[in-house]
């Protein structure tokens, strides 16, 4: 690996308007709105990898953390794809570094030019059960980079 380049993304949650209900938003490196650019900037080759450091800044009171499990914290479909268990993030060349209650680290090694749909999923520990959150946001991928 030649060359990698880091992004921080931070995901803030907060209370929604609705009982049960979680809003958030994303702020930082390559971030728009909902969606996250991933393009190839100069210097670096389509082998070179993004890896992009997700922190969760939660309201105290929803007690939400990351789903520790690496292969269900994250979950990867490419345009026009359909989620299914048996196809994997590493096939579509994304890789769950590390994972804590409030830190995801992600490589993106995909070389390809399209979005992929994803989803991030949270716990919730507030009321003394866990719940399941889910956050689906769209990684733009644009890869242009050059071929060494």
């Known amino acids: 690996m030649a060359y990698c380049e ?3 993304v931070t995901i803030e949650a907060t209370r929604g308007d609705k009982a049960g209900r979680v809003d958030f938003s994303l702020s930082g490196d390559g971030v728009t709105g ?8 100069q210097g670096m080759s389509k082998e070179d ?6 922190q969760l800044k939660a309201e105290p009171s929803l007690k939400l ?3 520790k499990d690496p292969d269900a914290v994250m979950q990867i479909v490419s345009e026009g794809g359909v989620a299914n268990q048996s196809h994997s ?3 579509l060349g994304f890789d769950v ?3 804590t209650d409030d830190v995801l680290v992600v490589s993106n090694l995909n070389d390809k030019k399209c979005d992929f749909k994803f989803t991030l999923n949270f716990v919730a520990t507030a009321g003394g059960s866990a719940q399941i959150i889910p956050y689906d946001p769209i990684w733009g991928n644009g890869n242009g980079g050059n071929s060494r």
């Open 49 to 54: 990898p993004h890896l992009f450091v997700f």
């Open 34 to 41: 909902e969606r996250i650019a991933c393009d190839k900037n």
């Open 89 to 91: 993030n590493k096939a």
């Open 6 to 8: 880091l992004r921080s």
């Open 65 to 67: 953390r990351f789903l």
């Open 97 to 99: 570094v590390s994972v």
